[in-house]
């Protein structure tokens, strides 16, 4: 994403964006527990994994924390 601040206008160019109104805990909270269970369960040889896990925990975080 890219922000782009001025004097009198804020441009964010972002390739996905999703308003609050739109996410729903139960399902987000099932997508952080299935990361955290993977990143677990990984071997910490296969890194792709694990960093895929990582990322898709901190993205259902990122959306928890819009709800509360």
């Known amino acids: 994403a890219t922000l782009n601040v001025k004097k009198d ?3 964010i160019l972002c ?4 308003h609050q109104s739109e996410l729903d805990k139960e399902r987000i909270t ?8 993977k990143i ?3 071997k ?3 890194l792709l ?5 990582e990322r ?4 259902a975080l990122n ?4 709800i509360k």
């Open 56 to 59: 898709s925990l901190k993205k």
């Open 63 to 66: 959306r928890l924390s819009l």
């Open 40 to 42: 677990k369960e990984i």
């Open 44 to 46: 910490k040889s296969d």
């Open 9 to 11: 206008k804020v441009v």
């Open 30 to 37: 099932l997508r952080k527990n299935i990361a955290e269970k």
């Open 49 to 53: 994994d694990l960093a895929q896990a």
């Open 15 to 18: 390739d996905t964006f999703e």
